[in-house]
C-alpha cells in the first residue's frame, strides 16, 4: 500500500489565487479605509483653518502665523440669526451660507478690532464658472465696509478670477451698504463710468462682466437676508 502523503493548498492551483487575491483585496480595503478615515479628519481641520483665514481676511487680519489664535483674539462671537434680526439656535460658524436656504438660520460673525466692533456676514453666488463666495467686513454702523474677502472655484485667470485681488478688494473698503434714507442696498458692481443712483459703486473688472454681475447680484441678494438686522 502506498504511502498516503498529506499535501497543503498547491500554489498553482486557481483555488489558491482566488484565496491570495481575496485576502489581498481585504486587507488593501482595511488599509484604504483607515487612510481614507485618517486623512478625511485632517481635511476637515485645514478645511476650518481655511475658513477661519478667509473670514479674518475681512477685516484685514491678513498675517496670520497662527490662524486659531488671530481667530480667537479678534472673533468674539459667531452666531446664527434669523430673518428679524433675532439670535437663535447654533453655531455661526458650523452654518453654510448658501446651502441652507432656511432664512432663520443666518451666520454672524461679531469681532473687536483695536476696541471697535466689527459685523462680519458672508455672502455667496455664482460667477461665470461656478461658484463665487465672501465675506463682508463691516463697522458697528452696519453700514461702511470694513474689510471685503473675495474668491471663486473656478472663474477664468486674469478675468473673473481677479476677484480674489486687492485691487479689485480695495475700492470696497468705506463704501456702504446703505443708502442715505437708511435702506440696504449693497453696493453696484458696473462697468467703469457708469454711474448708479442711490448706490455707493465700484468699477467692474475689465473683461470679467459675468462674473461682476455675479459679484454684484451675490451682494444684493445676501445681504438683503440680513435686512432686518442691518436696519435695527
Known sequence: MANEQKKGLSTNSNAYTLIYAAVLVVIVAFLLSFVSS???????????????????????????????????????????????????EGDGFDVDFGKKTDKDHLPLYKCEVDGAVKYIIPVKGNGLWGPIWGYVGLNDDKSTVYGIYFNHEGETPGLGAEIVTNGFRE?????????????????????????????DQVDAISGGTITSVGVNDMLKNSLSSYKEFLTK
Open 38 to 88: 485618517t486623512l478625511h479628519e485632517r481635511q476637515l481641520a485645514n478645511e476650518k483653518i481655511d475658513k477661519k483665514s478667509q473670514i479674518l481676511a475681512a477685516i484685514n487680519v491678513v498675517d496670520q502665523a497662527d490662524v486659531e489664535a488671530a481667530y480667537s483674539k479678534y472673533v468674539k462671537e459667531a452666531i446664527v440669526i434669523n430673518e428679524h434680526g433675532q439670535v437663535a
Open 171 to 199: 475700492p470696497f473698503k468705506g463704501k456702504h451698504i446703505k443708502n442715505a434714507a437708511g435702506e440696504v442696498v449693497s453696493i453696484a458692481v458696473v462697468k467703469k463710468g457708469i454711474k448708479v443712483e442711490g448706490q
